[in-house]
């Protein structure tokens, strides 16, 4: 029975990891297409046709794809291992985002800078208790 599950394990943890190796090439691509149109935001932005907003959140959406791409690379590296900062670090570029793209109603920006207070918060409790890789 022990020698089944070892196979049956061992088999999940390749469909897992072609899984995610499909994930990360195409992520990826949505980077290298990310750059692209803040490559474009920027030209009209200088060309003053374009808005900054827009510009900074294209650059927060980069960020978020290569969080997510050096995920997976942190992954293969770590002996098939998710380390729990770079969720963190996710979480809180997400929340930054959602910040400047959302910032209409002064409370719910209030509640975001608390979330991010608070993954900050974890993050430290975290680089302390959490050993090192």
């Known amino acids: 029975m022990e020698k089944f599950s070892k196979i049956i394990s061992d088999i999940f943890l390749w469909i897992m990891n072609i899984g995610l190796l499909i ?3 195409l992520l990826s691509f949505g980077l290298i297409m990310e ?36 995920l997976i690379v942190k992954y293969f590296k770590n002996n098939y ?17 959602l910040i400047i793209v959302q910032h209409d109603d002064p409370k719910s920006v209030l509640v975001w800078a608390g979330a991010i207070l608070l993954l900050v918060i974890s993050l430290a409790i975290a680089e302390k208790f959490i050993k090192k890789d």
Do not use: S
């Open 23 to 25: 994930i990360g090439i």
């Open 81 to 97: 291992h998710f380390p729990l900062r770079y969720f963190i670090y996710i979480g809180i570029t997400a929340i930054i985002r």
């Open 35 to 70: 750059a692209k149109e803040i490559y474009h935001e920027g030209v009209k932005f200088l060309a003053e046709q374009g808005n900054y907003q827009h510009f900074v959140e294209g650059i927060l959406v980069f960020f978020l794809y290569f969080e997510f791409v050096a």
